[in-house]
């Protein structure tokens, strides 16, 4: 079925024509026929040209030879700005439904994403960690049908690319409402999460600013006596401990070097070594926290992007807030 976003810009197109300007234009196919266009009973034109754009849809091979060959001799002959025609079956739609499929589930590996890093932030805060990660499990789980949607369409594609069910699916206003609303609820909480995931990945940020500033070599840890080493060990490691989430990460990967707690308490303070491999698995932790933090970030701008981009380009994709751009009216 052709678009009514399509539908409006061929009336634009035909009434910016001199020769068909002010005519009426009416449309038929998905079995109904309707006026577009009323036309201007003041102008020559509205009396003396009709314009009807007409669907048809057809399996038949030969026809659709027929009609491609039709529209292969037509073109570099429509009218400036006019769309050209087109035969629209799902094989046509192969590139944008792979793009769709490709930004979907990608996102919805960045929402995953987002919910390891709130989890692993939460922290006593009068209910804004646990605001956060409802947030996250809310995005994670919208753009997961999101995903299976995109896939279910590519692999209609290529089950049956010289069928036009994708047009009709678009054209169901039930299945057209469902995935509006469910990427409106996902954008939404995007956005409800987006300030505190910015927050946070900027004091990671600013946290590994800080650890590299301290310039804990080898060399300068072996500068230092036991008890110094201790120090400093003991403040980076609170620095990447603000979270239970980050504590345990530190913890674990701590263990993992065969640096336990016995070791951190000792009066007699950390060797070199041990020094070394702190400082080490401090720095992993915080990169592998800033990757987190960073992924949803990103993450959320490029759902943003995709959502109000057209579904000519990013199929799928493109959700709700591209549904608002085109019912305001711009950008043209």
Known sequence: MISQQMLTAMVQAIQQEPELAGCVIAFQGNLMSKVLDPGDPQSPNYTRVL????????????VLKNTQDFVNDMGGRSPEKAPNPIIVTNRSRMGRELKGMGLTCGL???????????????????????????????????????????????????????????EQWDENGTYAKAMLIDDAINQAANLAALPF??????????RLRGFAARGLTFDVL???????????????????SQTPGEQQAVIKAA????????????????????????????KDVTISRLKLSLTGVVGTGVGLVASGMPESVVGSASGSINWIINVIGFPK
């Open 222 to 240: 072996k500068s230092m006596n036991r008890m110094q080493r201790l120090k400093v060990i003991s403040e980076i490691f609170w620095e990447a």
């Open 51 to 62: 314009v009807i754009i007409e669907e048809a849809e057809t399996n038949d091979d030969q």
């Open 108 to 166: 919805t590996v960045a929402a995953g994403v987002g919910v390891a890093g709130s989890a692993a932030g939460e922290v006593p805060s009068g209910g804004t960690s646990t605001f956060l990660l409802v947030a996250s499990w809310v995005a994670f789980g919208t753009q997961s049908v999101e995903c299976i949607n995109s896939m279910t369409r590519f692999g209609q594609v290529l089950m049956d690319p010289k069928g036009n069910s994708l």
């Open 197 to 206: 995931a910015v927050r946070d990945l900027w004091q990671t940020v600013s």
């Open 255 to 282: 263990r993992e070097a065969q640096i336990g707690a016995k070791a951190m308490q000792r009066t007699s303070g950390l060797s070199v070594k041990q020094a070394d491999i702190m400082v080490q698995v401090v």
